[in-house]
């Protein structure tokens, strides 16, 4: 196990191996994402929560952080 790991990082393969598997897994949560909010029960659960009213409360801090940032 650890001399394939030596062999593939000695190639330079190893980066796109892990790239590859953190792109499908980010792939993977997204889709899984979307398949849950498209139900019907979820998108009412959704809204009596108010997403809308969570980033307008968000907002303010994520442009102060911005500016603070820049500085």
Do not use: C, H, W
Not at 11 to 22: A, E, P, R, S, V
Not at 38 to 56: D, K
């Amino acid at each position: 196990m650890a001399t394939d790991l030596i062999e593939s990082t000695a190639n330079g393969t190893g980066n796109d191996k892990d790239t590859l598997y953190m792109l499908g897994g980010v792939a993977l949560m997204v889709f899984g994402a979307g398949l849950i909010l498209s139900n019907p029960t979820i998108r009412r659960y959704v809204s009596q929560f108010g997403v809308g009213n969570l980033a307008t409360t968000v907002l303010p801090d994520v442009e102060r952080y911005f500016k603070l940032r820049a500085m």
